[in-house]
């Protein structure tokens, strides 16, 4: 024991990413050659060659600080591991102790508490929400059609409501209400949450209707919403190192992980805050987040009732109106085997877990970054050496050489179903981007290609003169909506969070004239928008039209605070961003300079 505690405090000393496991534990031989299986089986939807990736040179490629997994097998955690960095700066590993951010995960627990409550008959799945809401009542108008939400409809996305996830603030922010939550007053930083459609109709992801099941639990329990969740769901199922608890309490501080963005920059101030909590809050381990997996496990097999008894786990796992959307999670099936799992991200934090209905199967995984291309292929991996059955099967493709003067062509920005996306050229090659991830694209021929984190293959289209067009989208002969290539950013009809979004990406890869064209758009779109009006400071700046930066960052001082306090520091934050990318440092100076700002610290 001595030994290895020294090899590990010898690794940490030599600032090594990816030391080994920091924790006591010891396994089997037996199970220390299925976690070597799982480290260097690394796949994703497709391989390149028979053989899977490692997982560190995976977290490398990725510019991931670290990650956590824990595997479950027959109904219990056969092992747990921790990789990489806890926090870099402090050289904290990452232990099978180290708590994350569970962001969406958050969801499935909170929909535990509240079938906990329609199991004491203090809630009704069917009734309308405003019958057990006391500090706030849901603004019904003209979109709903005069039907009523239900806790079925808030738990299984099927309410209609807007506010899809939330961005969370600093943690030095002043934080809101609840109610102001929902009503989109300040200080929240997000609309409010109100119909966007008639509820039962169809499945919509909502995190803000997620909120108002919060807010329902505290208004029939009389209690905060994170002692009832600790003392009724997490204390019950063993979780009793996770909390919902915003901000998190000053003695679990040093057990957080600190969040990163993409490139690998640390996330203002370590991570931020979600005073949401229903939606987004807990944080936790793979390992505790496991054994929620075991108890559904096992409550639906009849074997246990910690929670919910085996009648209500097994409603919670019956998609309801939508075909996988049940309460709470979502439920696949794959083959013969029923599958219910949830996504996660928050501000520098990604995760998913995947588990088997019946059989006692699953995985946890969370990082601490924007980044969660390596998620899927870890769970690949584990389902692999585990022998899922009907959950992987990997295609194995060849890749072919295209000349950079048919790649260039491709480069530029597209849309499809009204989502923007985009193709880049980066140092390794060239990359598709949708849904906040760079995607490296493989080409099978001179037109198609394939990518690791996506299900679609794609061939680029043109016209007559050679010109690009778009790319048509297919998955398995299926087509489907081709994407089209923007030409005129003025005709665009998106939402103008979506083009500030792109255009940040555009100045990412300093594509400084497009993100200008963007940002311009944005903030027609939608006056108020300072984050594009600070944005679009950043992208004359760095294409050296430093007078119109210095306009454009006055005219977002003086509305910043009145319309969005939270962003405040935005400058300064993203000029942290921006050093650790790369930029011309000389012109951030000058800025902070002539405006008087103060460097912040980690500039």
Not at 516 to 530: E, T, W
Request: proline share 4%; glycine share 8%; aromatic share 12%.
């Amino acid at each position: 024991m001595f030994d290895t505690m020294k090899k590990i405090l010898l690794i940490i000393a030599l600032g090594l990413n990816f030391g080994n496991l920091v924790s006591q534990t010891t396994y089997s031989k037996e199970v220390e050659a299925q976690i070597e299986q799982v480290e260097n089986n690394l796949a994703g939807r497709v391989k390149l060659s028979a053989k899977g990736y490692n997982i560190k040179e995976r977290m490398a490629y990725y510019k991931l600080k670290g990650l956590s997994l824990a595997v479950v097998h027959n109904y219990q955690v056969v092992w747990a591991k921790g990789y990489g960095w806890a926090d870099e700066a402090e050289k904290r590993p990452v232990t099978v102790n180290t708590l994350f951010q569970a962001a969406s995960n958050s969801k499935s627990i909170n929909a535990m508490g509240v079938l906990k409550l329609v199991q004491d008959k203090k809630l009704d799945l069917y009734t309308d929400i405003n019958f057990y809401l006391k500090s706030w009542q849901f603004p019904y108008d003209s979109l709903s059609k005069n039907k009523k939400i239900t806790l079925a409809n808030l738990l299984s996305h099927t309410a209609g409501l807007s506010v899809h996830g939330f961005p969370g603030y600093d943690r030095k922010a002043q934080l809101p209400t609840i109610t102001q939550i929902l009503d989109g007053k300040a200080p929240a930083n997000t609309a409010a949450v109100r119909s966007e459609f008639e509820p039962g109709l169809k499945s919509k992801y909502s995190g803000g209707g997620t909120t108002i099941s919060k807010l329902v639990i505290m208004d029939v329990t009389g209690q905060p919403y994170d002692k009832f969740m600790y003392d009724n769901v997490l204390k019950p199922l063993g979780m009793i190192n996770s909390f919902f608890t915003q901000p998190p309490p000053a003695d679990k501080l040093n057990m957080l992980a600190t969040g990163y963005y993409v490139n690998g920059s640390e996330v203002p101030h370590k991570f931020h805050v979600y005073p949401e909590q229903a939606p987004d809050g807990l944080w936790t381990t793979p390992t505790e987040m496991c054994k929620y997996i075991i108890e559904t496990q096992l409550a639906y097999a009849g074997r246990s009732s910690k929670v919910l008894t085996p009648e209500m786990t097994k409603l919670s796992l019956t998609p309801y109106i939508d075909k996988i959307a049940a309460l709470g999670v979502f439920v696949e099936e794959r083959g013969t085997t029923k599958y219910f799992q949830h996504g996660a991200g928050n501000e520098g934090f990604c995760g998913q877990y995947y588990a088997s209905v019946e059989g006692g199967d699953g995985v946890v995984v969370y990082v601490n970054s924007d980044n969660r291309s390596i998620i899927q292929e870890v769970i690949n991996s584990v389902a692999t050496v585990y022998k899922w059955k009907d959950f992987y099967d990997a295609t194995v493709k060849s890749e072919v050489t295209v000349p950079e003067s048919v790649l260039a062509k491709y480069t530029g920005v597209y849309m499809f179903d009204d989502v923007l996306t985009a193709i880049f050229k980066k140092e390794d090659g060239y990359y598709y981007l949708s849904d906040n991830v760079y995607a490296k694209m493989y080409f099978t021929t001179e037109k198609s290609f394939f990518n690791e984190e996506f299900q679609t293959e794609k061939t680029f289209l043109m016209d007559t003169a050679g010109n690009v067009t778009g790319f048509s989208r297919q998955i398995n002969g299926k087509f489907y909506p081709t994407a089209v290539k923007v030409t005129d950013v003025g005709t665009l009809k998106v939402a103008p969070g979506q083009i500030n979004n792109m255009g940040w990406y555009l100045l990412e890869n300093k594509q400084y004239n497009t993100a200008i064209a963007f940002f311009k758009k944005g903030i027609l779109l939608d006056p108020k928008d300072v984050a594009a009006i600070g944005n679009l400071g950043h992208a004359y700046l760095f294409n050296n039209e430093y007078d119109k930066a210095i306009a454009q960052y006055k005219e977002f001082l003086s509305k910043v605070k009145e319309l969005n306090p939270e962003l405040t520091n935005m400058i300064s934050n993203d000029f942290i961003t921006f050093k650790s990318m790369g930029f011309d440092r000389s012109l951030m100076d000058k800025v902070f300079t002539d405006l008087k700002i103060k460097k912040p610290k980690g500039y």
